[in-house]
């Protein structure tokens, strides 16, 4: 019976049914394991069939996984941490998408303000945390759309003004914030025009309402809102313009013709007084400290004072927290009631504070409007400085902070940065030099006493001199090799022939 058995299974085994043959396959083990033979190993055309009818899940293990693309980068201006132009890097950051009520612009132009030193040096209230992207004015392209944004498509040409990250090659911004610019405007003239045109307006029109006859006088007037103060001014007749900046811009100045007394800031109370005894009738202050009290010396009856920056914050390179106490220090408390006495008014301007925390977006787009429509007409047309690449950012800054500009510093993406001056050798003083010397001289006379005692341990004790071979001075270790080598080869050497002879 076992042979019978034995012949049917190795049948089986030769001619498995073609229709049943994972049934074969699996019979097939236990019945040569069971009778003691050796498992006959499939032939080339005959597979298992786990392998030619292989699962699903087999066949997504041996496919290729799609590799996930690295995220696209984009240049930025970072703030790492507050303090000197060190901690301004220009980094690569993930290109941002826009979200829900946001629109993504190609940025062609950022402005720079003196809001951005004061950033930089932590000297504003409610800081951002560090690392951030810097800058709070750009212009350029729409790319994307978020959703629910209406009147803005890709492709328009725009202004934005974003709370920080303004400064690199991508930003999404909230429509609140976007304005559409003409098309005969460059994107360099919009980064120029928005925040400083926008502080302007409000002081002139909206705070002021200045008219015709009146007097103003304006502190830092070569800065990018103080040109901008200058012409909107120029706007409304007969209106008398003090200039205040540092003496090396008054040529420059005076060659515009739009100001009427160019005075150094050094001792402007006084210049002032031998112009007009009376006073004038604005005071615009954008520096705070102690030009306070003297601003609001200088007030006709009917006066107003003006507050719209405290740039004398700003003392060094890094903050310093006596600076800005001092700033404040200096300043007078005014009573209402001395205000009443004096028939004089005070007011101040935060443009950030109005945008991003008091929700007055709706009363800045139609300012915007306005200015762009005295553009248009030919009344207004911003000054530019120069422009900057991103990486020459920290040079820009150094510029605003020691107020040499003449208008607006704008930066451009698209810019290639300036090349850096080679480093020059280092040049050593006549001490360095001597030390370098007998330092030298040192070290050549030991180096020849090193070399005298090496030739006398060469030659032997008692030599006379006479340069000594190789051969003669390693003869005794050559001799004991060739004794060691005989000995391992099974010859004796000549010291064992002695012994036994």
């Known amino acids: 019976m076992t042979e019978t058995t034995e012949a049917q299974v190795v049948a089986e085994v030769k001619t498995p049914s073609p229709t049943a043959e994972n049934a074969t396959a699996t019979t097939e083990t236990p019945a040569a394991a069971t009778n003691g033979h050796a498992e006959e190993q499939p032939s080339a055309d005959q597979k298992p069939s786990e392998e030619t009818n292989g699962t699903a899940d087999d066949k997504a293990k041996s496919e290729p996984k799609e590799e996930v693309p690295p995220p696209k980068e984009m240049r930025a201006v970072v703030l790492t941490g ?8 220009i980094l690569k950051k993930p290109e941002p998408a826009p979200q829900t009520g946001e629109v993504l612009i190609r940025v062609k132009a950022c402005g720079l303000n003196f809001q951005d030193l004061m950033v930089r040096l932590g000297a504003i209230d409610s800081p951002p945390k560090t690392p951030t992207i810097l800058g709070f004015e750009c212009a350029g392209e729409i790319e994307a759309v978020g959703e629910e944004v209406e009147g803005f498509k890709v492709g328009d040409r725009v202004v934005a003004l974003p709370e920080f990250r303004a400064w690199s090659e991508l930003v999404a911004v909230p429509t ?3 304005y559409h610019i003409p098309e005969e405007m460059t994107f360099q003239d919009a980064a120029a025009i928005v925040m400083n045109y926008l502080v302007a307006y409000v002081l002139i029109f909206d705070l002021i309402s200045l008219r015709e006859g009146k007097s103003i006088l304006l502190h830092s007037v070569g800065g990018g809102v103080g040109q901008a103060i200058v012409q909107l001014a120029r706007t409304i007749p007969n ?11 008054h040529e420059a100045l005076a060659a515009t013709g739009l100001i009427d007394h160019l005075i150094d800031r050094a ?18 202050d954008c520096l705070c400290g102690e030009e306070c009290n003297r601003g609001y010396g200088l007030l006709k009856p009917m006066g107003k004072y003006i507050l719209y920056g405290s740039s004398n914050v700003v003392t060094g390179e890094t903050k310093s927290f006596f600076s800005v106490a001092r700033s404040w220090w200096q300043v007078d408390k005014v009573s209402p009631i001395k205000l009443f006495d004096e028939n004089k008014s005070l007011a101040g301007f935060n443009l950030r504070h109005l945008l991003y925390q008091q929700d007055g977006s709706a009363y800045v787009r139609s300012t915007v409007e306005k200015i762009f429509g005295l553009w248009k007409d030919g009344k207004v047309k911003p000054v530019v400085d120069s422009a900057w690449a991103l990486e020459d950012v920290a040079e820009a800054m150094q510029k ?13 993406p698209a810019m290639e940065p300036k ?3 080679a480093t020059p050798a280092k040049t050593k003083s006549k ?3 001597s030390e370098d010397k007998s330092s030298k001289k040192d070290k050549s006379s030991e180096n020849g006493d090193d070399k005298k005692d090496e030739e006398v341990k060469s030659n032997g004790e008692g030599g006379d001199g006479a340069a000594t071979t190789p051969e003669a001075v390693n003869g005794d270790s050559s001799e004991k090799k060739e004794e060691s080598a005989a000995a391992t ?4 050497t000549e010291s064992e022939k002695k012994e036994s002879s």
């Open 82 to 89: 507050f303090g000197g132009f060190k901690n301004v890097k």
């Open 176 to 178: 609140k914030y976007v």
């Open 239 to 249: 209106v008398t313009i003090f200039g205040v900046c540092s003496k090396s811009k």
């Open 267 to 284: 001792d402007y109370v006084n210049e002032v007084r031998k112009i007009t005894t009376e006073g004038v009738d604005v005071v615009m």
């Open 400 to 412: 605003m902070h020691d107020r040499k500009n003449i208008g607006k510093l704008v930066l451009d």
């Open 419 to 421: 090349p850096k001056p």
């Open 431 to 433: 001490k360095q030099a």
């Open 489 to 492: 080869n099974g010859d004796a």
